[in-house]
């Protein structure tokens, strides 16, 4: 694993436009950023992320199986009582997953470790599907990458096949902020990818939708909607007035009232305790664990729900790194062991391992300043090196 200055295309701003790509700033802020990209070697790729990553996400779904089926476990995820069985009947349905993105620590030299699961609403999924494909295209038709480079990245024709899989009858509904741009760029992008795969899509604001006396979801103009894919979290919408409404609907959801069980930083001190000696697990507990000790002087204490790397305290040899602000932590609280991530000319690179379906798909690198990974990390394409 390799930073490697390549020098940004004069063009790219251009090409971004062409493409659709309209968030590649935010808040006058840069987001996209292709001065350099991170260089992998195939067995780094294979070995040390996608192998993982296939055997990071059987253990998680192993873990809702478990998870659906006992009380103990939903309560100290914090899922409201009063959707178990919303979470329960969506697992024991077989409804279908869509995407999630597990992200890792990892510098080419150990084990990538896991450090949490976005697996309902994760974003920078266009930039890593599509744009950082065509990056990686045109720089090698430029020849500026080596000859015979390659790139982790199926994530476009895994998103179609999966959309093809999908049960229903070839409708698909995609709600977000529609004045959000990053929201609206992820959502237009899976829109398009339901296109290519025969669905009949359309987008609403998700405050177009309300609930009809049958408990549908429906638009403003009364329509119902057979399925709905959300970019708006699970723990939300488990608080609105139409939580009521969920154990009855006829509407299903991309993703699916389970992966709740998954987005939700309480599945970490779960998944170690089922696979303690697992290679890519770190030791994590619950704050009321008195085990949490064993991790002593040096340890990341997280919100169940948090997001974007807020309300993170980050502890080494006692001394407090870095704790930024943000709303969560009401819900509780868990401890986890410090993996550091590595540290690359004075940034600090974090691997995306997006899984689609049930596989693994590709990767993005976010790269910030500082040890926390928050919303003003950098995106960073990557390429395989060839051997």
């Not at 450090?115 to 720089?139: C, H, I, S």
């Amino acid at each position: 694993m390799r930073r490697v200055f390549l020098g940004e295309r004069p063009d790219w701003r251009d090409a971004a436009t062409r493409n659709g790509f309209h968030f590649h700033s935010l808040d006058d802020l840069p987001y996209w950023q292709e001065s350099h990209a991170y260089a992998f070697s195939l067995a780094e790729i294979e070995g040390d992320i996608e192998a993982p990553s296939a055997d990071l996400h059987a253990l998680c779904l192993d873990f809702v199986d478990a998870a659906v089926e006992d009380a103990r476990i939903l309560a100290s995820l914090r899922i409201p009582e009063q959707v178990w069985d919303v979470v329960r009947n969506s697992w024991r349905r077989g409804d279908p997953s869509l995407y999630g993105r597990l992200d890792l620590a990892y510098d080419g030299a150990g084990p990538a470790k896991l450090l949490e699961y976005n697996a309902d609403t994760p974003t920078a999924l266009y930039e890593t599907g599509a744009f950082q494909w065509l990056w990686f295209e045109d720089l090698l038709a430029r020849d500026r990458l080596p000859a015979g480079s390659d790139q982790f990245n199926s994530v476009h024709e895994r998103l179609i096949g999966q959309f093809r899989q999908m049960p229903g009858d070839g409708t698909l509904a995609f709600a977000a902020f529609a004045d959000a741009p990053e929201d609206r760029g992820t959502v237009a992008y899976l829109e398009d990818c339901a296109r290519q795969a025969g669905l009949d899509c359309r987008f609403l604001d998700l405050a177009d939708i309300g609930v009809d006396e049958e408990a549908r979801f429906v638009d403003r103009h009364a329509v119902p909607i057979g399925r709905l894919f959300k970019l708006y979290p699970w723990e939300w919408a488990f608080q609105d007035a139409f939580a009521a409404e969920l154990g009855r609907t006829g509407t299903r959801f991309l993703e699916p009232p389970w992966k709740a069980v998954l987005s939700n930083k309480g599945l970490l001190p779960h998944l170690y305790a089922r696979e303690p000696g697992h290679p890519n697990l770190l030791p994590a507990y619950f704050e009321s664990d008195p085990a949490k000790a064993r991790l002593g002087e040096s340890f990341v204490r997280k919100p169940l729900l948090s997001r974007e790397g807020a309300n993170i305290l980050m502890v080494e040899n006692g001394v407090t790194i870095v704790q930024p602000e943000g709303p969560y932590g009401t819900e509780g609280h868990i401890c986890q062991a410090l993996a550091p991530l590595p540290n690359f000319d004075g940034r600090r690179p974090l691997v995306g391992s997006w899984i689609v379906g049930d596989a693994p798909a590709g990767i993005c690198i976010r790269e910030g300043a500082g040890p926390v990974t928050t919303n003003t990390a950098l995106f960073v394409p990557h390429y395989i090196e060839p051997a």
